[in-house]
């Protein structure tokens, strides 16, 4: 999430928008794909 690597908070709060579609512009694109804090995984056993 670009958001979460800004540290100034007012700068964070006032281009809060601008960061929001600049994360969904290249969020889902390598190399920034992966460069995320957190990742979610879905798993299911497969039947035997």
Do not use: I, N, V
């Amino acid at each position: 999430c670009f958001h979460d690597y800004l540290r100034d908070r007012d700068m964070a709060d006032s281009k809060y928008e601008e960061l929001l579609a600049t994360e969904r512009q290249y969020g889902h694109r390598e190399p920034y794909l992966w460069l995320g804090k957190y990742f979610h995984l879905w798993l299911e056993k497969r039947p035997d």
